[in-house]
């Protein structure tokens, strides 16, 4: 003889899925004797019933706004010539960037030797893992730049002091951060806070004329090199004035940074952005996985991003 | 009408109208879920189509561990939690969700063949219900709305809240059982004429 404790879940899962004929008959042959159970079967239909006219209806423009949306990104995708998919055209650009970079490294030396980069670097001594520089890019490029390279450094040795007493100045600014110097050399003349600065870089050389300050003010991170622990590589630490690394850009950078990741080809991995973190540093976004959430910080300075997550 | 598995094999080899028909298939229940996290229905609905878009960009991901129907509700899941952090930091803390707010919970157009008394009987009868709702432990409310209000099967409920089945079983009776104790004890829920149906 059943109880009405088990009563109760054979009438609450009645409400919801079919009962075995076993199930049914003991069951009702309890209702037949029990009018409590009789009674909460009731209580539990009304309930039921009044449930099923809570929901909201979806409002009719929800299904044709999907795939409004889905049809303009197709169109989107199609039409965008973006460097971002191939690795091929990056590294093109590594090349170039890998370059002025190097221009950049003669000078730094140049500075170094003269002492003038000791408190920088030393600070930097300890400092997590750099967005990293490709330094095989580099000094594969460096041959490329000498002419270049010499031309910069004889432009005034003058100048070649100026432009690091002016990294030098932010020095009370938050941290020392470290830029990779490829894309501190990317900077256009003139900062521009999108991401679209990597882009338009791509068909211009590093501009003879541009002045290397304007590095303080680049936006870093649209090509965020893999960055790990074992490629931890020569890169040279320059503190600018600020990097402000823009939310789109941060969030290009994970994304490219989760498709190197990812096995072959699949669909862009969907990133969510949290916002700012709370100390400022670095844009947060959720990165949903499967049947998971992965968070990740992506920071403002350009150094690595990070999994927050397990 | 294809089943939820053969639209998402189209889907994934990029058919469009098969995703529709996914969207279709899914679209109150995502929707009522993000109106109960945000509590506001123009919210709610551009959260829904994120959450469809989010899906349809993500589907390469998407291998089948679970069923289309949940993975979809954990990502529009995450998709309003990500969205009220954001609104929660921008706002200052305020909470952006107000679950008393009768209007959020409930678009329906007035029913022409309701009176007057019998309408505002059934909103009565759907205000306790909400009520008791809410006076529920975490634990029972949630598995109350995934298969009441979400119409999830004990099967996708124990997935989602990775669960036994006879565990979910058992909990869906003790919450009803709950609930209907707050009915009895606050208003006339059961004692009221008016028919919902």
Known sequence: ?310 | MSTELELVRRAKEGDEQAFAGLVEQNQSRIYNLALRMTGNPDDALELSQEAFFNAWRGLGKFQGESSFATWLYRLTSNVCIDFLRREKRRSGGAPAVSLDDEEAYTREVPDERYSPQRQVEADETRRLIRAGLDALSEEHRQVLELRELDGFSYGQIARLLDLEEGTVKSRIARARLALRKYLVENGNFFTSSSSTK
């Open chain 1, 1 to 310: 003889m059943m109880n009405c404790d088990q009563a109760l879940e054979l009438i609450s899962a009645s409400l919801d899925e079919s009962l075995t004929p076993a199930e049914r008959q003991a069951l009702d042959s309890h209702l037949a004797d029990c009018p409590a159970c009789r009674a909460l079967l009731a209580d539990f239909q009304k309930m039921n019933d009044v449930f099923s006219t809570l929901p909201a209806a979806p409002p009719a423009g929800l299904s044709q706004g999907v795939m409004d949306r889905i049809a303009a990104q197709k169109q989107e995708d199609a039409s965008k010539v973006t460097p971002f998919p191939s690795k091929k055209p990056r590294r093109r650009r590594w090349v170039r960037w890998g370059a002025a970079a190097a221009v950049f490294a003669v000078v730094i030396l140049g500075a170094g030797r003269s002492g003038m980069l000791d408190v920088l670097v030393s600070r930097n001594a300890g400092a997590a893992p750099p967005a990293v520089s490709d330094t095989a890019e580099n000094s594969a490029a460096e041959s490329d730049a000498a002419d270049a390279a010499s031309r910069r450094s004889s432009a005034g040795a003058g100048d070649a002091q100026s432009p690091i007493q002016d990294a030098d100045v932010p020095q009370s600014d938050a941290a020392d951060q470290e830029i990779s110097l490829p894309e501190a050399a990317a900077a256009p003349a003139g900062p521009s806070g999108t991401g679209a600065a990597g882009q338009s870089g791509d068909d211009t050389a590093l501009p003879a004329d541009t002045p290397l300050p304007t590095v303080n003010a680049l936006t870093v991170g649209t090509e965020t090199p893999d960055a790990g622990p074992e490629k931890n590589g020569t890169s040279l630490t320059i503190a600018p004035a600020s990097a402000s690394l823009t939310e789109e850009a941060a969030e290009t950078a994970l994304l490219t940074y989760l498709e190197e990741g990812a096995p072959e080809g699949g669909a862009l991995p969907t990133v969510v952005s949290l916002g700012l973190s709370s100390d400022g540093t670095g844009w947060l976004f959720a990165c949903e996985a499967g049947d998971g959430v992965v968070h990740y910080q992506v920071p403002c300075d350009g150094s690595a991003i990070v999994c927050l997550s397990d």
